[in-house]
């Protein structure tokens, strides 16, 4: 079969699962601070699929969803340095499979931005003029503050490879983005060391981000290196030392080692075409590993609401604060009740869903165990996650 119809097969299946999700999802807090807070490119992108659309959760993700399909055609593209036809195949799979990337697929924030943004550039490095891949150095800088870390990379990867003019202007983007966005070093000095390599491990399943960090330092001492492994290895060792200190936003950091996937699949490749066939097997069997544990994941992330059934407290549910609110809203509108005085967090998620605030009615959340027929009860596969009162207020 053709290889771009594989591709094309894939990213449609892809992309119909992700569209399918977005009916299951509610805006989280998170989302409605981009939504509603300072002005930024995101929210540029996000309002305009809103005005076309409608406020609704399809428009909301969709521009999300669309990057993440660019992404990985961009991936595909970009690993033809490294990989052949097949395997090219395999590293979109798993890039699809992936827990982060699927979150930052349906999830409104800037972290799907930056992938596609880091991987148009290394297309652009690799397959375009110098006008162009200057040009989408200054958009990125105009666009996110996360991209600081690429500028930093490439200004050390410019005096690596010696090129005067490339680190003049990296190192003006840099500080410019500094000026601009700053770098986040507020609170008390602490250790998150292992809280980040935790995360991480989340984010890319323990078998890849441990690969992942093996290719990066193997290449190191080989001294194997390109532009892809300078922007993986600084960011990724930037986000190290941050971490000594503070907590850090790892949706800032984790995009960038998304870039070491090419390098990965090079390695292994290599290294299992030089063997002979019956020393193959503990390849075939690590590849095998990752693949099943990416697909589970996968499926934990796309049938979570069935977690539900099995812990005690619906809070501690990892995707509970996208829960609750569109089937919240629904039901007050079915009440007849149109605005709601309420926490700030609930109050500006049922805004998205029409449910505007006001003081003349209450929603007070109640607990699990305070279910009556007065209640506004959320319940999913049977199990009430949430629950709340509606009081009228007399204004008179």
Not at 74 to 85: A, F, G
Request: net charge positive; charged share 15%.
């Amino acid at each position: 079969m053709n290889h771009r119809l594989i591709l094309f097969l894939i990213l449609v299946i892809d992309a119909t699962i992700l569209l399918f999700q977005t009916s299951s999802l509610s805006i989280s807090h998170a989302e409605t601070l981009v939504l509603y807070g300072d002005f930024s490119f995101l929210q540029f992108i996000i309002n305009t699929s809103i005005y076309f659309l409608g406020s609704n959760d399809f428009a909301l993700r969709l521009p999300m969803i669309i990057f993440h399909i660019l992404s990985a055609v961009l991936l595909y593209e970009i690993s033809k340095d490294y990989v052949y036809q097949k395997n090219r195949l395999w590293l979109v799979f798993v890039f699809v499979l992936l827990p982060g990337v699927i979150s930052s697929a349906i999830i409104v924030n800037n972290a799907g931005l930056i992938i596609f943004g880091l991987l148009l550039f290394v297309y652009a490095y690799k397959n375009l003029s110098n006008l162009f891949i200057y040009f989408i150095l200054t958009f990125n800088l105009l666009i996110a503050g996360e991209f600081i870390y690429l500028f930093l990379a490439l200004a050390i990867f410019s005096i690596y490879t010696k090129q005067k003019n490339f680190f003049i202007f990296n190192m003006f983007a840099f500080f410019i983005s500094l000026f601009i966005y700053g770098v986040d070093t507020k609170g008390i000095p602490q250790g998150h060391f292992l809280d980040a390599i935790a995360v991480y491990t989340a984010i890319f399943t323990p078998i890849v981000f441990v690969y992942l960090f093996y290719i990066l330092y193997r290449r190191y001492l080989t001294k194997n290196i390109d532009i892809l492994w300078f922007i993986s290895s600084v960011a990724f060792v930037f986000s190290l030392l941050l971490s000594f200190r503070q907590k850090i936003d790892l949706e800032q950091f984790a995009p960038y080692l998304i870039l070491a996937l090419p390098l990965a699949a090079q390695t292994f490749y290599h290294s299992y075409r030089v063997r002979l066939k019956m020393f193959r097997t503990k390849y075939k069997t690590v590849f095998t590993i990752s693949i099943i544990f990416l697909l589970l994941n996968s499926l934990v992330v796309f049938f979570n609401k069935e977690i539900y059934l099995l812990i005690d407290k619906p809070k501690k549910h990892f995707a509970y604060n996208m829960h609750v609110a569109k089937e919240l809203a629904s039901k007050l509108k079915d009440r007849g009740i149109e605005c709601v005085d309420t926490n700030y967090k609930m109050a500006n998620r049922l805004k998205f869903y029409g449910v505007t605030n006001c003081n003349t009615n209450r929603l007070t959340e109640k607990s699990l165990k305070d279910i009556n027929v007065e209640n506004v009860t959320i319940s999913y596969r049977n199990r009430p996650v949430y629950t709340a009162s509606v009081t009228k207020i007399n204004t008179n």
